[in-house]
């Protein structure tokens, strides 16, 4: 299965999607999915930067 994919950065592409946001009726996701997302991207950062196996810390957008 081929899905389209947007051309450009992601974080910049969320970024601009969450400054519109505001005028749109349908937003694309709901906020626990955004956080959901943006919660990933953070641990991703993380284990990067710490360059090793261990695992990370995710927050559990179901308590927020």
């Given at each position: 299965?081929?899905?389209?994919v947007?051309?450009g950065?992601p974080?910049?592409?969320q970024?601009?999607?969450?400054?519109e946001?505001?005028d749109l009726?349908?937003?694309l996701?709901s906020a626990?999915?955004?956080?959901?997302?943006?919660?990933v991207?953070e641990?991703i950062?993380?284990a990067?930067?710490a360059?090793?196996?261990h695992?990370?810390?995710?927050?559990?957008v179901?308590?927020?």
């Open positions: 299965i081929a899905l389209p947007a051309q950065i974080f910049q592409q970024a601009e999607h969450l400054a946001w505001f009726d349908d937003p996701c626990e999915d955004g956080l959901a997302a943006v919660s991207c641990a950062v993380t990067l930067k360059k090793d196996l695992p990370v810390s995710v927050l559990d179901s308590r927020v």
